[in-house]
């Protein structure tokens, strides 16, 4: 029986009321393997970082359920769910959400500090190293590019070993060649530490890299596409194009 790290069962969103209401999610249901990639793709407003930020316990669905292994993320409280999240899950945010009073180090090891709790010196190297991060590590993030901003982001999300890793457009800041060590490092993740990383991306280059694609539409889940390639996932995107 295949194991989910997490699960979305009938989930809706909706934003507003009467008139004005959206309906981010129309009864999504999807799960999401352990020690899995998966890519989460569509138009733009199709739900992508709205069924994300859910699954993350960022965000409280309308109705229907969000489970992070055996734990009901939809009937939790604000502190329970802060907990979890600190423990349990890694986020990259495409606004990098840094604090901008701690150095690069400081910020990658803050989930670490904040649990009580002391970073593999050997992880540690070895994500400073792959995001070439060794020489910005006591500078803060004023000081700092976006793409490194990034790369910091990236390296907080995954120091704690988490067992689910969501990144919304991590590579959106990136130059090809860093975005393509640091997807490659998230597909080692999967491989070596067994954690299951969860990726929102608009580019089919950066999809090729998952295990499978989830694709939405208005809401909905419109299909998925299994050991996704650039080109599979393209022709994907461009059939949801036309259909709209």
Same mark, same amino acid.
């Given at each position: 029986m295949m194991m989910l790290a997490c699960e979305a069962r009938d989930l809706v969103k909706v934003y507003g009321r009467g008139d004005t209401a959206v309906r981010a999610l129309d009864g999504v249901s999807v799960g999401f393997p =352990?020690?899995?990639?998966?890519?989460?793709?569509?138009?733009?407003?199709?739900?992508?970082s709205t069924l994300m930020h859910c699954l993350a316990g960022l965000d409280r669905a309308t109705s229907g359920a969000v489970l992070l292994g055996d734990v009901d993320l939809s009937r939790?409280? /604000? =502190? +329970?769910?802060?907990? +979890? =999240? =600190?423990?349990r899950i890694g986020f990259v945010f495409q606004a990098f959400n840094l604090l901008p009073q701690l150095t690069a180090a400081q910020n990658i090891t803050l989930p670490l500090d904040l649990s009580g709790r002391k970073p593999d010196p050997a992880l540690f190297g070895r994500l400073v190293d792959v995001l070439g991060l060794r020489d910005r590590l006591r500078h803060r993030p004023s000081e700092l590019s976006g793409g490194q901003q990034q790369r910091v982001a990236l390296a907080r999300a995954l120091i704690s070993r988490p067992e689910a890793v969501f990144a919304d457009e991590p590579t959106g800041n990136l130059d090809s060649r860093t975005g393509a060590e640091v997807l490659s490092f998230l597909r080692d993740a999967v491989r070596e530490y067994g954690q299951t990383v969860v990726m929102v991306t608009h /580019?089919?280059?950066?999809?090729?890299y998952a295990d499978r694609v989830v694709m939405l539409a208005d809401g909905r889940i419109s299909g998925e596409i299994m050991r996704p390639t650039r080109e599979s996932v393209a022709d994907a995107l461009n059939q949801l194009a036309g259909a709209r």
């Open positions: =352990r020690a899995e990639f998966t890519a989460i793709m569509g138009p733009s407003g199709s739900g992508k939790q409280s /604000d =502190r +329970v769910l802060t907990q +979890v =999240r =600190r423990e /580019d089919p280059i950066a999809a090729s």
